[in-house]
């Protein structure tokens, strides 16, 4: 049921859009110049809607770069592209680095994208 499995990623966003809070995530894309062996590094920000972060509990998903102490929060993945480790997320005054991204999926669709972010 390809519809059902749309609807539920289109739930997903509404439901975040109306109990979330606003964010400002930063993408970081790093670039190799071959001839010269030099980085640059380029920024971009863009408006995200967020659950309210929560503290992380290890069970959560053990295994990863997120530990006991860090946050989490998600957005939904059709409003945002993955995000990726090492992309900044401003919430009010604070900035957190990602440090973890899941996807909570739904069949063969993304719904959200759950964020580790470290404290």
Excluded: C, H
């Amino acid at each position: 049921m390809p519809g059902a499995l749309d609807g539920l990623g289109q739930t997903a966003s509404d439901l975040v859009t109306k109990f979330g809070k606003s964010a400002v995530l930063t993408r970081i894309t790093l670039t190799q110049n071959q001839l010269t062996g030099t980085s640059t590094k380029a920024t971009t920000t863009e408006p995200v809607i967020i659950t309210p972060p929560a503290p992380f509990t290890a069970s959560r998903r053990e295994g990863s770069t997120i530990q006991k102490g860090d946050s989490i929060t998600s957005v939904a993945a059709l409003d945002v592209a993955e995000p990726a480790i090492g992309d900044r997320l401003a919430i009010g005054s604070q900035v957190f680095q990602i440090v973890d991204v899941g996807t909570v999926w739904s069949g063969e669709n993304a719904a959200l994208y759950e964020l580790g972010l470290d404290n």
